[in-house]
């Protein structure tokens, strides 16, 4: 008899099942939607500002809109990072697609509502509720993915999942080329389409085994009396060691991430439109030079996202977070610091956009994996909240210092602020190589196996929890 042999993987036809789709298509809609939500406000915030801040008493001046416009972003991203720990311990202990559907239906309804706003403060306190719902989505979402993705498809389908915000802002710049010579008012209430995505999400995306088990684990252990350390408080696990060490790199790689996107996203619309007005261009060439170089940038976000798993599957995960990184410094250091055709801006926007949106998407795909299911979505929450914490200071320190050092120069003041990206390369420095590896399990619970045909990986991992 001849040594046994492992059998050959299949192809993703018959590797992949109708519910690992489904949750793919519900959690990348849905990401989608946040994005497109979320770029609204970016795309209208010059407008919004030029119409508010006479009404709150304060003149429309390029620096007050960077000022008061900034600080509405700031507000949008405390919320976002509030949000994310609240609903990452709540999907933690009580399942993901429940919470899910409550964090879209809090950014659908609140970013619709802010169409309604009759001051910058208004405006801002909505921002900060719609913040708390957008959230939900990436942490809960990639770990929903990654769960139900257990198989070596798993990377490239976090990446596709991720590629759903930046779809989602090429999205909003469509409508807005088609709309926005509405106002501002009519394309903020366009954000309450997402809402009708919770119901797909209930009715055809299931929750993960995995939780299912950590949940009721959990709840039998406190039945019985019994007191494990996996019963401890999710956050408090999350900072104490082994865990500490994981959420620290994971907080680095996002935080720098975070602060780069953040910077150039809240500012290049205004950028672009104050170039304009010194051309003496009218208004409606500026937003149609807006929406365009907005596709652009978000054409490159949807392959930097997409792509970043299959990246990360070829060279490793550590590699790919170097070239997104790289990729994003070089396109920041050359087109912001200096003035440019707006050809050569275009040009530009499309490799910016890659690398940015890039880097974002390898924080959620190896967020799952180097976090065990009873913590993963408080420890991803956590690592990007603490990461917009500390970025929703960067569109509003970019419009301060702006105005204070650079003559109202936004473009030098977004380089300033994206610069503190260094951040993400001090996580990066430390970062295992989880290429190949299995996702982590709590003790005492065996993960599932895979739907379909055993994937290489999938043998791999029933060894390690049987033997």
Same mark, same amino acid.
């Given at each position: 008899?001849?040594?046994?042999?492992?059998?050959?993987?299949?192809?993703?036809?018959?590797?992949?099942?109708?519910?690992?789709?489904?949750?793919?298509?519900?959690?990348?809609?849905?990401?989608?939607?946040?994005?497109?939500?979320?770029?609204?406000?970016?795309?209208?915030?010059?407008?919004?500002?030029?119409?508010?801040?006479?009404?709150?008493?304060?003149?429309?001046?390029?620096?007050?809109?960077?000022?008061?416009?900034?600080?509405?972003?700031?507000?949008?991203?405390?919320?976002?990072?509030?949000?994310?720990?609240?609903?990452?311990?709540?999907?933690?202990?009580?399942?993901?697609?429940?919470?899910?559907?409550?964090?879209?239906?809090?950014?659908?309804?609140?970013?619709?509502?802010?169409?309604?706003?009759?001051?910058?403060?208004?405006?801002?306190?909505?921002?900060?509720?719609?913040?708390?719902?957008?959230?939900?989505?990436?942490?809960?979402?990639?770990?929903?993915?990654?769960?139900?993705?257990?198989?070596?498809?798993?990377?490239?389908?976090?990446?596709?999942?991720?590629?759903?915000?930046?779809?989602?802002?090429?999205?909003?710049?469509?409508?807005?080329?088609?709309?926005?010579?509405?106002?501002?008012?009519?394309?903020?209430?366009?954000?309450?389409?997402?809402?009708?995505?919770?119901?797909?999400?209930?009715?055809?995306?299931?929750?993960?085994?995995?939780?299912?088990?950590?949940?009721?684990?959990?709840?039998?252990?406190?039945?019985?009396?019994?007191?494990?350390?996996?019963?401890?408080?999710?956050?408090?696990?999350?900072?104490?060691?082994?865990? %500490?060490? #994981?959420?620290?790199?994971?907080?680095?790689? $996002?935080? !720098?991430? +975070? *602060? @780069?996107?953040?910077?150039?996203?809240? /500012?290049?619309?205004?950028?672009?439109?104050?170039?304009?007005?010194?051309?003496?261009?009218?208004?409606?060439?500026?937003?149609?030079?807006?929406?365009?170089?907005?596709?652009?940038?978000?054409?490159?976000?949807?392959?930097?996202?997409?792509?970043?798993?299959?990246?990360?599957?070829?060279?490793?995960?550590?590699?790919?977070?170097?070239?997104?990184?790289?990729?994003?410094?070089?396109?920041?250091?050359?087109?912001?610091?200096?003035?440019?055709?707006?050809?050569?801006?275009?040009?530009?926007?499309?490799?910016?956009?890659?690398?940015?949106?890039?880097?974002?998407?390898?924080?959620?795909?190896?967020?799952?994996?180097?976090?065990?299911?009873?913590?993963?979505?408080?420890?991803?929450? %956590?690592? #990007?909240?603490?990461?917009?914490?500390?970025? $929703?200071? !960067?569109? +509003? *320190? @970019?419009?301060?210092?702006?105005?204070? /050092?650079?003559?109202?120069?936004?473009?030098?003041?977004?380089?300033?602020?994206?610069?503190?990206?260094?951040?993400?390369?001090?996580?990066?420095?430390?970062?295992?190589?989880?290429?190949?590896?299995?996702?982590?399990?709590?003790?005492?619970?065996?993960?599932?196996?895979?739907?379909?045909?055993?994937?290489?990986?999938?043998?791999?991992?029933?060894?390690?929890?049987?033997?």
């Amino acid at each position: 008899m001849g040594m046994p042999t492992t059998p050959a993987p299949g192809t993703w036809r018959t590797e992949i099942t109708r519910v690992q789709w489904l949750v793919l298509l519900g959690t990348t809609l849905g990401w989608a939607l946040d994005g497109f939500a979320g770029s609204l406000y970016a795309l209208v915030l010059g407008p919004a500002m030029t119409e508010l801040l006479p009404n709150s008493g304060i003149p429309a001046s390029p620096a007050s809109i960077g000022l008061y416009g900034g600080l509405t972003v700031a507000l949008f991203l405390a919320g976002w990072a509030t949000g994310g720990i609240l609903f990452g311990v709540l999907a933690d202990y009580f399942g993901r697609t429940r919470v899910l559907s409550i964090g879209i239906l809090t950014y659908a309804v609140f970013t619709a509502a802010a169409a309604f706003a009759d001051t910058w403060w208004q405006l801002g306190i909505l921002r900060f509720v719609a913040g708390l719902g957008s959230g939900v989505e990436a942490p809960v979402g990639a770990a929903l993915v990654a769960e139900v993705w257990r198989n070596r498809y798993r990377a490239k389908a976090c990446g596709v999942m991720m590629s759903g915000y930046a779809a989602g802002f090429f999205i909003a710049a469509l409508a807005y080329a088609v709309l926005g010579s509405q106002g501002w008012r009519i394309m903020l209430s366009l954000a309450v389409v997402p809402a009708i995505l919770v119901w797909f999400i209930r009715r055809y995306v299931p929750e993960p085994p995995e939780i299912t088990s950590a949940i009721s684990a959990r709840r039998r252990r406190k039945e019985t009396g019994t007191r494990h350390e996996q019963d401890r408080f999710v956050l408090a696990r999350l900072v104490r060691p082994p865990l %500490l060490r #994981n959420t620290l790199i994971c907080t680095a790689l $996002a935080t !720098g991430s +975070l *602060i @780069a996107f953040w910077s150039v996203s809240t /500012w290049y619309p205004q950028i672009i439109r104050v170039a304009a007005a010194a051309e003496s261009l009218p208004a409606d060439v500026a937003n149609g030079r807006v929406a365009l170089a907005s596709m652009l940038f978000n054409a490159g976000g949807v392959l930097g996202y997409a792509t970043w798993g299959f990246l990360a599957d070829a060279i490793g995960r550590r590699k790919a977070f170097a070239i997104s990184f790289a990729v994003s410094a070089v396109s920041i250091a050359f087109l912001f610091p200096f003035e440019h055709t707006f050809t050569t801006f275009l040009l530009t926007m499309p490799v910016l956009g890659f690398g940015l949106f890039g880097a974002l998407s390898g924080t959620f795909v190896y967020g799952p994996e180097i976090f065990p299911p009873s913590v993963r979505a408080t420890g991803m929450a %956590l690592a #990007n909240s603490v990461g917009r914490y500390i970025t $929703a200071a !960067g569109p +509003l *320190i @970019a419009g301060v210092i702006a105005a204070s /050092w650079f003559g109202g120069d936004l473009g030098l003041a977004t380089t300033c602020v994206a610069a503190f990206g260094v951040i993400a390369l001090v996580g990066l420095a430390f970062a295992p190589e989880t290429k190949g590896a299995p996702l982590p399990s709590d003790p005492g619970i065996t993960p599932p196996p895979p739907a379909g045909p055993a994937p290489v990986e999938a043998a791999a991992t029933s060894q390690e929890h049987t033997s």
